[in-house]
């Protein structure tokens, strides 16, 4: 397996800066206790990118990303870009070329729902028990990718995908499902578009090699209602781009808050972990934004690497957290936690353990917490 040396780390837009702060402290303490020795390089990417430099992902970044081990990445947009459909640059142009020369071909976001959490989701909490699956969301084709072309009168999105784009991710999908509960399900709208039709063929014709996997099929509209229905259903969605974009936002909904998803991309070369999550730019710089999302998605890095126990360590930490009410004012606590205390907290279970956070007091509550 590739060693973990170099991190590239791109903060980007809005809550991004504090939230992959929290993630470096989280990283930073794991690589203390087990005496690793990854360095972090930081670099510009999205509308801080575009102020500095013109380009939401500058040739220094993209030169950057493609010399490291893995990159976290925070968040990307800014609302003065939003409203203007002229505008020729945008930060999340940004992401998208990212994507795009690295290859990040395949966008993997689990979904599982903490127990203690389920309160928090606007769905009934009878239906969320045991969801626990993971979305496989093509990255680097279709519709997102495919020539666009815009008359005076008229605008027009190719979807275009190619066997071998629809082959790896699925072999992916396929490999994740054997390691979970053997259940990988196709979302498409094969009813309707070819390229969802290709997609159905492709992973019928790929399914003989993984003969321990059930496979289904459904239509995104059907999915859509299911992830809200009968979440407990899936273990693996396997989705195009456009489809995953959509079915991961809705999932969201069931862990109770965006806040808590992390995500990695993986591709031809370095993978890239980063929250589901926006920029949140309403709560920029009020040290106030939820960072588990970032932490968890440096845990996914670790993991990936083959650090289990680093991996773990952070996920334990974040799981007391949330189990002891410590969190940040989106996920309702009796009293909010501030994004640099969750880090705070977080490195403290990590090195000392929970007995560590006894020395210390954040808020009226906290001893009566610990
Ligand atoms: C995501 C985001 C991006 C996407 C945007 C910011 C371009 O919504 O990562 O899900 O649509 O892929
Ligand atoms: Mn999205």
Redesign the pocket.
Known sequence: MRKLENIAVLPGDGIGPEVVQQAITALTAVKEKYGHKWEYHYGLIGAVAIDETGNPFPVETLDLCTSVDAILLGA??DPKYDNDPNLKIRP?QG??AMRKALGLYA?IRPIKVNKDLAHLSPVKEDRLQNVDFVIYRE?TGGI?FGEKLKGDNFASDLCKYEVYEIERISHLAFAEASRRKKHLTLVDKANVLETSRLWRKTVMELSPQYPDIVVDYLFIDNAAMQIILNPGQFDVLLCD?LFG?IL??EASVLVGSLGLLPSASKGVKTSLYEP?H?SYPQAKGKDSANPFATILSASMMLRDFGYEQEATDIDEAVDFCLNYGIMTEDLGPIHAFSTSQIGEIICVLITEGKDGLKTRKFNEAFSTIV
Do not use: R
Request: hydrophobic share 35%; charged share 20%; aromatic share 8%.
């Open positions: 990307i947009g999340e992401l998208l966008n990255l997102y781009n974009d991961s936002d589901v926006g």
